[in-house]
């Protein structure tokens, strides 16, 4: 199987929200914005939330301290090209992107790309 583009984006809450608010509307209502946009279901392969727990401390586990970040946006597609098509479409930025600012700093949101390789995984036995 051909590796798949992936992009993760680490991000913050807008201050003026509650986590709870934020995690709410990132979960809830902001997945039907998204994925009201035709490019976004047609280039897409698998699209991802990981939310953080800002209840959790480390300190005094080893651990280093924990990123400053609320939650984590991930997205698979068939090739770095699709992924980047999505970000350019106009009615991404048209429709999205001010949802975005609803909820979240898109201005601090950081990305990583590259690919995913699976070393393990107990639920494929």
Request: net charge negative.
């Amino acid at each position: 199987m051909a590796k798949l583009a992936r992009i993760s984006l680490f991000l913050r809450k807008r201050d003026d929200i509650t986590y709870e608010q934020f995690h709410k509307y990132w979960s809830e209502e902001h997945p039907k914005i998204w994925l009201s946009v035709p490019i976004v279901k047609e280039k897409l392969v698998k699209y991802n939330q990981f939310h953080a727990d800002e209840t959790i401390d480390l300190s005094g586990s080893g651990f280093p301290p924990v990123a400053p970040y609320d939650g984590v946006a991930t997205m698979w597609a068939r090739s770095l090209e699709d992924l980047m098509a999505i970000f350019t479409d106009a009615d991404y930025n048209r429709i999205v992107v001010p949802d975005e600012e609803k909820f979240l700093k898109r201005s601090e949101a950081v990305p990583i790309l590259g690919w995913d390789e699976d070393k393990y995984n107990a639920e494929e036995k």
